[in-house]
Nanobody, 126 residues
């Protein structure tokens, strides 16, 4: 059974940085797509950034372009999200998502990801 475990969340002030990690276990082959999503209470879960298994970036949301960087270390089965210049509006629960064996037509859409982590909270104070 594939498991995704996020870490690295926390509380920072505006302008600060955090690096989220997501480690995958239980898989015998790599996911073809991975991504970070975030959600605040009462709102839809939105895609933040995505990456293909070959390292190609699939997307960044407009709100994080130039501030966040997605990367992966396939040898460590770990996905990262470096978040710089954080703003209060980045406050959310951040989820790691993976697509195993699925044809991902739109990596921004959560329906194409069949495995999810439990989430890690990021809080940015002004």
């Amino acid at each position: 059974q594939v498991q995704l475990v996020e870490s690295g969340g926390g509380s920072v002030q505006t302008g600060g940085s955090l690096r989220l990690s997501c480690t995958t276990s239980g898989n015998t082959y790599s996911a073809n797509y991975m991504a970070w999503f975030r959600q605040v209470p009462g709102k839809e879960r939105e895609g933040v950034a995505g990456i293909e298994n070959n390292g190609a970036i699939t997307f960044y949301s407009d709100s994080v372009k130039g501030r966040f960087t997605i990367s992966q270390d396939n040898a460590k089965n770990t996905l990262y999200l470096q978040m710089n210049s954080l703003k209060p509006e980045d406050t959310a629960m951040y989820y790691c998502a993976a697509a195993f064996g699925i044809a991902v037509l739109d990596p921004r859409r959560r329906i194409y990801y069949n495995y999810w982590g439990q989430g890690t909270q990021v809080t940015v104070s002004s």
